[in-house]
């Protein structure tokens, strides 16, 4: 009888999304960021076919860009209509100032409208990147030559931040061959969007908006604290299609959510706690396979994994 949504965000470092970014609607799954001089023609290559093949739509700047179209502002575009940023970073990645360009603009985007940054270092070692010692410090000597002081300033942040995004290494002894690599991303990504997949409404919804705004009233997005809201009301009368349509709006803003079905259902079942449990555990901690096998012990390691995230779960169906 009862949807519960419990909002939390209590990682200072997150901001919240300015208003503009409130009705962002993505075009792209994925933009990949490469350095074409080394890897378009080999990793990037592959890794767009991949992407391809497993019916992701990423944005490919050979295919997309319209001739006789400002490139940049076509590429700032699709930067921003694109929910996940791969970044691969190599040996001459900052040496080509359309590069730097497009990573601050990513790092923007995932400060202003909480893309998905993922850095992929191909045949780079992160520490390389991330100290910007050698052939690094020598591709800025020189942008800076060319270009305001400023503008290489904010490269160079964009840069340390990325590089110390988590993300993929090809130099790690398991990611030597090449498929098995590239595998391994595509399905980090797609766990990725699939945590991002839109639920389904009503398929003729009325008035959902306005039920959306009084939701949206009571959700103190601004707080840097936990925020629980309850939808209670007699059977049938819209409450799980709400809680739906409000999952759908707010869900880009987490780091990570789940919308829990029959939670009332499944908790009285014998394991039905656990599973439960496990289900929230596995999308607060993705590329985390530990399950938990007792309610209490579950009640704290949600907390652990959870505290310092900006979580959102929606525990639909809850009779108490
Ligand atoms: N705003 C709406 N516009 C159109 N159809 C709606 C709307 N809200 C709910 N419905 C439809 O009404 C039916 C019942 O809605 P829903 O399941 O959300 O109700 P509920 O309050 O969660 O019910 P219960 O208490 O049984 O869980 C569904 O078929 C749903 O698609
Ligand atoms: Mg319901």
């Not at 419990?6 to 990949?32: I, L």
């Not at 340390?160 to 595998?183: H, Q």
């Not at 939670?263 to 985390?288: F, M, P, R, T």
Request: charged content about 25%.
């Amino acid at each position: 009888m009862l949807s519960s949504i419990m909002a939390q965000e209590t990682c200072s470092s997150s901001s919240s999304p300015s208003s503009s970014s409130s009705n962002q609607t993505w075009s792209y799954d994925v933009f990949v960021s490469f350095r074409g001089k080394d890897t378009r023609y080999k990793f990037t290559d592959h890794l767009f076919a991949a992407l391809d093949r497993s019916g992701i739509h990423s944005f490919d700047d050979n295919r997309k860009l319209e001739r006789g179209k400002d490139i940049w502002t076509e590429l700032e575009k699709a930067i921003q209509k694109s929910r996940i940023a791969v970044i691969v970073f190599s040996e001459n990645y900052a040496d080509s100032e359309w590069c730097l360009r497009e990573l601050a603009k990513i790092m923007e985007c995932k400060q202003n409208l909480q893309q998905i940054v993922l850095p992929v270092f191909y045949e780079v070692s992160p520490s390389h990147i991330q100290s910007q010692k050698g052939s690094l410090e020598k591709a800025f000597v020189s942008h800076e030559g060319c270009f305001e002081v400023d503008e290489v300033k904010r490269w160079r942040d964009a840069l340390t931040e990325a590089a110390n995004l988590s993300g993929w290494d090809s130099k790690d002894d398991e990611n030597r061959f090449e498929s098995k690599f590239i595998r391994k991303i595509i399905e980090d990504i797609s766990g990725k969007l699939n945590e991002f997949a839109h639920l389904t409404v009503a398929s003729h919804p009325v008035g959902i908006e306005s039920r959306m705004q009084e939701l949206n009233k009571l959700l103190n997005k601004h707080s840097s604290d936990v925020c629980m809201v309850g939808i209670w009301r007699i059977g049938g009368i819209g409450k799980t299609t709400t809680a739906k349509a409000i999952y759908n709006q707010l869900q880009r803003r987490f780091e990570s959510s789940y919308f829990l079905e029959n939670v009332g259902e499944i908790a009285k079942q014998s394991q039905g706690l656990i599973y439960l449990q496990n289900q929230i555990l596995s999308s607060v901690h993705v590329n985390d396979n530990s399950k938990v096998e007792v309610v209490d012990k579950g009640t704290t390691v949600i907390k652990n994994r959870a505290w310092c995230k900006r979580v959102l779960v929606v525990l639909d169906d809850v009779d108490h």
